[in-house]
Antibody
């Protein structure tokens, strides 16, 4: 089955760190750029970070730049998001998403496969 | 405040046509492809329209997308009760990030 499964969310204090994982299956993971997109409770969608198929290009939203690190391991069909210096405003459901296109050298807004998300709550 | 502006709500009765707008700028909608997502209650977003006016396989032709200048639109014809949910537009912005609209909550009366 073609799917993405996120894990690693939880309750964390401000200033602490957390690492999210996304396990891909049912498709050739290394062919696609991958992204993290978050959704605060009752709010809209926010692009967090993206990484191209070969990790050649990595990008971040201004709101997380310098604090979050996206990475991937194509041998393990996995995507990661290391989140440092967490803030209250990082509280959200974090989705892993696949790029519609193959072997792109940059990013776009074409997310054709989404996981169910993993919830991150930042609270003291 | 989202970079892309969508109406917060829209509504229609079964069978009607509803149009949702997405207003941006020359650095996003005006120069790049627009994508639309449908998020039904309690579910992850689903790609509805790609490359401004293309439908992924499995998406009914009741859904259509268009763009003019720095504004894009999603039209839903023959409205069904199961279309009720949130709709988001998204575009790559030349400032090097993906930007989303704030979302439009569609109610089928």
């Amino acid at each position: 089955e073609v799917q993405l499964v996120e894990s690693g969310g939880g309750l964390v204090q401000p200033g602490r760190s957390l690492t999210l994982s996304c396990a891909a299956s049912g498709f050739i993971f290394q062919d696609h750029a991958m992204y993290w997109v978050r959704q605060s409770p009752g709010k809209g969608l926010e692009w967090v970070a993206g990484i191209t198929w070969n990790s050649g290009t990595i990008g971040y939203a201004d709101s997380v730049k310098g604090r979050f690190t996206i990475s991937r391991d194509n041998a393990k069909n996995s995507l990661y998001l290391k989140m440092n210096s967490l803030r209250f405003e990082d509280t959200a459901l974090y989705y892993c998403a696949r790029d519609l296109y193959y072997e792109t050298t940059g990013f776009n807004a074409a997310f054709d496969l989404w996981g169910l998300g993993t919830m991150v709550s930042v609270s003291s | 405040q989202s970079v892309l502006t969508q109406p917060p709500s829209a509504s229609g009765t079964p069978g009607q046509t509803v149009t949702i707008s997405c207003s941006g700028s020359t650095s996003n909608v005006g120069s790049n492809s627009v994508f639309w997502y449908q998020q039904l209650p309690g579910t992850a977003p689903k790609l509805l329209i790609y490359r401004t006016n293309q439908r992924p396989s499995g998406v009914p032709d009741r859904f259509s997308g268009s763009k003019s200048g720095t504004s894009a639109s999603l039209a839903i014809s023959g409205l069904h009760s199961e279309d009720e949910g949130d709709y988001f537009c998204a575009v790559w912005d030349d400032s090097l990030s993906v930007v989303f609209g704030g979302g439009t909550k569609l109610t089928v009366l």
